[in-house]
């Protein structure tokens, strides 16, 4: 008999935080309107490091990050959260704005699986927070929203996103031709996933016995 497992919408709510070997401490929590002004000046900050891996943007940068522009996506970010489709959180490093974390697309069902796409501010990056951010993240998707499966997708010229994912369990499933738009053209990306099945304890504890975080 197909069984359909319990689920929860996973927002607005905060994931567990876990420390870095350095001692900084990381977790996850619900992105909120207030945050327009970390997440404008960050990512104008990061154009250099974000612009190359992110999907096109109409204009300039700073006019995709303008006051406006962030408006328009945290009123389709809270919908998308309120309708059960998306869970779009930021990262929290020492208790301050590092970056962000979105659980998409978000499915039940026979299907019962969703995308994590994440960026961290370059001052944060080298940590290891990426890694310990997608695993809080792919944890949450999987035990707390209650999905099946988690898939992601890297550049080839990205490889340290695909580090990050391979650090959490993620496995190689494909190549994908030209299937998404960045940064002016066509981009292959590799595709990864990782099924409950094979994520055994989850992520968080993986790189908590790798030594890569603690509790």
Same mark, same amino acid.
């Given at each position: 008999?197909?069984? !359909?497992?319990?689920?929860?919408?996973? %927002?607005? &709510?905060?994931?567990?935080?876990?420390?870095?070997?350095?001692?900084a401490?990381?977790?996850?929590?619900?992105?909120?309107? =207030?945050?327009?002004?970390?997440?404008?000046? &960050?990512?104008?900050? $990061?154009? /250099?490091?974000?612009?190359?891996?992110?999907?096109?943007?109409?204009? =300039?940068?700073?006019?995709?990050?303008?006051?406006? /522009?962030?408006?328009?996506? %945290?009123?389709?970010?809270?919908?998308?959260? /309120?309708?059960?489709l998306?869970?779009?959180?930021v990262? &929290?490093?020492?208790?301050?704005?590092?970056?962000?974390?979105?659980?998409g697309?978000?499915?039940?069902? #026979?299907?019962?699986? @969703? %995308?994590?796409?994440?960026?961290v501010?370059?001052?944060?990056?080298?940590?290891?927070?990426?890694?310990?951010? @997608? #695993?809080?993240?792919? $944890?949450? /998707? !999987?035990?707390?929203?209650? !999905?099946?499966? +988690? =898939?992601? =997708?890297?550049?080839? $010229?990205?490889?340290?996103?695909?580090?990050?994912?391979?650090?959490?369990?993620?496995?190689? &499933?494909?190549?994908l031709?030209?299937?998404?738009?960045?940064?002016?053209?066509?981009?292959?990306?590799?595709?990864?996933?990782?099924? *409950?099945? $094979? *994520?055994?304890?989850?992520?968080?504890?993986?790189? +908590?016995?790798?030594?890569?975080?603690?509790?």
């Amino acid at each position: 008999m197909f069984f !359909l497992p319990r689920y929860h919408p996973g %927002w607005p &709510e905060s994931t567990p935080a876990l420390s870095l070997p350095d001692g900084a401490r990381v977790r996850l929590r619900p992105l909120r309107a =207030t945050d327009g002004t970390s997440w404008r000046e &960050e990512r104008i900050a $990061d154009e /250099a490091a974000l612009r190359p891996v992110e999907p096109t943007v109409a204009g =300039t940068w700073r006019q995709a990050h303008s006051q406006s /522009a962030w408006r328009a996506t %945290w009123t389709n970010l809270r919908r998308l959260a /309120a309708d059960g489709l998306a869970v779009p959180l930021v990262i &929290e490093v020492n208790g301050q704005f590092a970056g962000q974390v979105t659980l998409g697309n978000i499915q039940h069902g #026979a299907v019962s699986e @969703c %995308w994590i796409g994440y960026w961290v501010h370059t001052p944060y990056t080298g940590r290891g927070i990426a890694t310990v951010a @997608c #695993a809080l993240g792919t $944890d949450h /998707a !999987l035990e707390r929203v209650g !999905l099946h499966r +988690v =898939t992601a =997708t890297y550049l080839p $010229d990205n490889p340290a996103s695909g580090r990050v994912l391979a650090a959490n369990g993620f496995r190689e &499933e494909g190549y994908l031709r030209r299937n998404l738009h960045i940064d002016g053209e066509w981009r292959d990306h590799h595709f990864v996933a990782l099924n *409950a099945e $094979d *994520a055994g304890a989850g992520a968080v504890d993986k790189l +908590v016995r790798s030594g890569r975080a603690l509790t």
